[in-house]
């Protein structure tokens, strides 16, 4: 059975910048194409950064291009959201999921492409 757990998620002042981890286990994490969505209070969950099975190919809301980075390390079995400049429309529970279908550069940006989820962390953004 594969599972995410994530962490790193708490308060980060607007403007300062906050790591997020995703670990999986239970299938090779090489293998698999991951995402990271999020969803505030009220709103429905919404993309923010998705990265393809061979690392290379990356996708970004707009919301956060060139404020975030995915990125990922295969010997951890670990998925990364590096956020920056974070302001206060950032703040939610930010999940991450993977999937083992589609090609190695292939990412998927809507929730459905995803089969595994994580139980989700929250960012707190003070203004």
């Known amino acids: 059975q594969v599972q995410l757990v994530e962490s790193g998620g708490g308060l980060v002042q607007a403007g300062g910048s906050l790591r997020l981890s995703c670990a999986v286990s239970?299938?090779?994490?090489?293998?698999?194409?991951t995402g990271w969505f999020r969803q505030a209070p009220g709103k429905e969950r919404e993309f923010v950064a998705a990265?393809?099975?061979?690392?290379?190919?990356?996708g970004y809301a707009d919301s956060v291009k060139g404020r975030f980075t995915i990125y990922r390390d295969n010997a951890k079995n670990t998925l990364y959201l590096q956020m920056t400049n974070v302001k206060p429309e950032d703040a939610a529970v930010y999940y991450c999921?993977?999937?083992?279908?589609?090609?190695?550069?292939?990412?998927?940006?809507?929730?459905?492409?995803?089969?595994?989820w994580g139980q989700g962390t929250q960012v707190t953004v003070s203004s």
């Open positions: 999921a993977a999937t083992y279908y589609g090609g190695s550069s292939i990412y998927f940006s809507t929730s459905g492409g995803y089969d595994y």
């Open positions: 239970g299938r090779t994490f090489s293998s698999a194409a």
């Open positions: 990265l393809s099975k061979d690392g290379i190919t990356q």
